[in-house]
């Protein structure tokens, strides 16, 4: 029996492709794990759990239908999901960062955007749209409202990717060991960098592992775990395991 990690498929209307090779993965792959994780951006955008979409629902229903231990963590682009949305899947949602235990090894769990502490730019929104007054402010406004802010956050993040040094938008190594340190966990499994890779981390003061989740565009990527060993997989899109 193995854990099953994903994370980052900015699932949206515009990718049929990626949505169907979502759902392959929940029926076929995710529902032979014994718990099932996924940590950030599952959606590309999530208006609030009020939005109600025959897309939206053919996500939850199908991530419903999971019978065995599921968590979500909150993604940059979703982090308005909230106590309905886990109520109509049966999934949990996870603080950022969880730190837990997993084959009896301590282990981190983040989506990973607040690990790239470079983008002074991107941590100040950060801390803006993860205020509670701001998202009670946001889902009090109308669906047409929250949907213009979010094309006009997107817009802004995609210019300021496209301006930003490639060292800038990957994670501060610093960060890594500090939240590592603190948690006293040799493992840190994240993904939001679309960087899907597993490093040694490997400071004066601190070893481990950190494994980066890969996002779903061409390939997909998933992260499995059990007892003895982990291995990150890929797999075309458009070829579903
Ligand atoms: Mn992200």
């Not at 794990?33 to 009020?50: C, Q, T, Y």
């Not at 679309?194 to 601190?206: L, W």
């Not at 996002?215 to 997989?233: A, V």
Request: aromatic share 10%; glycine share 4%; with cysteine.
């Amino acid at each position: 029996m193995s854990y099953i990690f994903i994370s980052d498929l900015h699932l949206d209307e515009q990718r049929p492709d990626i949505t169907q090779a979502f759902v392959h993965f929940i029926n076929n792959k995710a529902a032979s794990a014994e718990r099932f994780f996924i940590l950030g951006d599952l959606f590309e955008v999530w208006l609030g759990d009020d939005h109600a979409s025959d897309f939206n629902k053919l996500i939850k229903d199908t991530l419903a239908s999971l019978t065995m231990p599921c968590y979500i963590m909150h993604g940059n682009r979703d982090f308005l999901i909230s106590v309905d949305f886990c109520r109509e899947t049966g999934f949990e949602l996870l603080p950022d960062p969880t730190n837990t235990i997993l084959f009896d090894k301590p282990c981190l769990l983040m989506h990973g955007d607040s690990l790239c502490t470079g983008d002074q730019q991107y941590m100040e929104v950060r801390r803006l749209l993860r205020n509670p007054d701001t998202q009670r402010d946001l889902l009090s406004q109308s669906l047409e409202e929250r949907a213009a802010f979010a094309n006009r956050a997107r817009s802004t993040s995609r210019q300021h990717t496209r301006e930003s040094a490639m060292d800038i938008m990957d994670v501060s190594p610093d960060e890594v060991t500090r939240v590592m340190q603190e948690h006293d966990v040799k493992l840190l499994i994240h993904g939001h960098t679309h960087r899907p890779c597993i490093h040694d981390v490997n400071s004066e003061e601190y070893k481990g592992t950190r494994i980066v989740l890969g996002d779903w565009d061409k390939k997909g990527w998933y992260l499995e775990l059990d007892q003895t060993s982990y291995s990150l997989n890929s797999f075309d899109i458009g070829t579903p395991l």
